[in-house]
């Protein structure tokens, strides 16, 4: 145990590397993942079949698949038409894949919303954006944010992933100093401590946004 | 005296997939008039109301909005809804906007009026349905009654020329009733032109100018509250009067 402890403090500098890198990748590609998430949502409420299917295909396949399959295809796909740094090619990766996922959580709460607020926006005289913007989709955001955030819990880890396309993220650091050290259940474990940490800070931020929202209703 | 017709209804049938729910509806209302559409669960009440304001699309017939024909080709139906308001059973109220939100929602919005002026009318017509102290509480916070009469006040912000009301007090306990008939009869009073689906048979008689039964996608018939209460013609009216009193 005190073995870990050593550890822990001694590679500090390294682990804090790949926890910003950890971090960035999971913010950038949890916010592309939203708005992809958005817009195929509202391509599968639409009352326009083609664009429906084109929602449907996208999350079939994504769903379909493992996500490790969709990252090195990404990658090696991508790169064959343009230069792109590891660490875009695996956000990118990431956010079609949790838009998926995404796009799922806030068709739900979108059609979970009752259709009488629909009808009342519009007996009012608001168009169907108005109403979708300012009364349907406020609501349907408050609902989605257990799942959303449980989706971005999900998100965060699986960039650990991305490490296999090279990132040196959490995953991909304690991979370098277990590999030069051949201690790798030592660094996985400390790895592991990190991604706790992480989860633990997010689910009290969810929990709290939560609470907030439920006074106001 | 004849007065300014307000809404007019010719001929227009509505089917839902085989079922065939407005069938050859006539309906005429005049300005500051009161017309009461009284009719068993599922003869098409509601569908008539929500054909007038196009939130259902009809398949036959015609529409007269202060004489002149709308229709979703020639017009924009968003314009048309904001002369013709509406009042839900179960309220439909923004349950994420406090009570003054609510009001204001659709002028600052839709007739991006100035948000002092929408606030200062907002707050006006909340006083006037006895709602003055409850501008900033959520809709959850509010009883039924107080529910409803938010609802007429968001609606009457529109400044609408007709108001529908589809069974407004259905969903309220009976304790709750009389405070939101007791707005709308305020309503009537000051001439604004109403159509109500309703089986509160007193406010009917106090309030209504005439009377509409409807059976079964048909009006059977059409009279002034004394006359259709107390000697109906048609022997399902009769029916439909016995099992309601
Ligand atoms: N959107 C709809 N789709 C299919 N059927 C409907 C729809 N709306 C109403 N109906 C049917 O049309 C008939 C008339 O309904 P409605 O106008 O709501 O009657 P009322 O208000 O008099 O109770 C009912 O049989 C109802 O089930
Ligand atoms: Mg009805």
Redesign the interface.
């Known amino acids: 145990m005190s073995h870990f402890f050593d550890v822990f403090i001694e590679s500090y500098p390294y682990f804090l590397q790949g926890l910003k890198i950890t971090l960035y990748l999971s913010a950038a590609s949890l916010l592309i993942a939203f708005v992809i998430g958005l817009f195929f949502a509202i391509l599968k409420i639409s009352n326009i079949k083609v664009l429906g299917w084109i929602a449907d295909a996208y999350i079939w396949v994504i769903r379909g698949t493992p996500l490790i399959v969709q990252i090195f295809v990404l990658y090696y796909g991508i790169t064959e038409i343009i230069l792109i740094d590891k660490f875009w090619a695996g956000a990118i990766g990431l956010a079609i894949h949790s838009g998926a996922y995404i796009a799922e959580i806030i068709r739900g709460s979108i059609q979970s919303i ?1 259709k ?2 629909m ?9 169907k954006l ?1 109403t979708m913007r ?2 349907i989709l ?2 349907a955001f ?1 609902r989605a944010i257990p799942s959303l955030g449980n989706q971005f819990i999900i998100g965060i880890k699986d960039s650990s992933l991305v490490s296999f396309i090279g990132a040196q993220e959490l995953f991909g650091v304690s991979s370098s100093l277990g590999s030069n050290s051949f201690d790798f259940l030592t660094f996985y474990s400390v790895a592991a401590v990190y991604y706790l940490f992480i989860v633990l800070i997010l689910t009290a931020i969810v929990n709290r946004i939560e609470k907030k929202l439920a006074r ?2 | 005296m004849s007065k300014k017709e307000m809404v007019r209804v010719e001929q227009l049938n509505k089917s839902f997939g085989k079922l065939h729910v407005l069938k050859d509806v006539d309906l005429t209302v005049d300005e500051s008039n009161v017309v009461v559409l009284i009719g068993a669960s599922g003869s098409g009440k509601s569908t008539l109301l929500r054909c007038i304001n196009f939130l259902e699309m009809k398949d036959d017939g015609k529409i007269f909005l202060e004489g002149e024909q709308v229709d979703k080709d020639t017009h924009n139906l968003n314009e048309i809804r904001q002369r013709v308001g509406m009042v839900f059973q179960h309220f439909n109220l923004f349950p994420h906007k406090t009570v003054l939100e609510n009001v204001i929602e659709a002028p600052l919005m839709v007739k991006k009026m100035p948000k002092n002026q929408a606030i200062e009318e907002g707050k006006a017509l909340l006083d006037k349905v006895g709602l003055g102290d409850k501008y900033d509480v959520y809709p959850s916070t509010l009883s039924g009654g107080q529910k409803q009469r938010v609802a007429i006040a968001r609606s009457l912000a529109m400044k609408p020329e007709v108001m529908l009301f589809d069974e407004p007090t259905s969903a309220l306990d009976p304790e709750l009733v009389g405070e939101v008939l007791a707005t709308m009869k305020e309503l009537a009073d000051e001439g604004m032109t109403m159509v109500v689906v309703t089986h509160e048979m007193g406010f009917a008689r106090e309030v209504g100018d005439w009377v509409v039964y409807m059976h079964d996608g048909r009006i059977v018939e059409y009279g002034n509250p004394d006359e259709l209460f107390e000697r109906p013609k048609e022997q399902r009216t009769k029916e439909f009067l016995s099992s309601i009193l």
């Open positions: 009752d009488g607020q009808e009342a926006g519009r007996s009012l005289g608001m168009t108005q300012r009364i406020p609501q408050r106001s209703d």
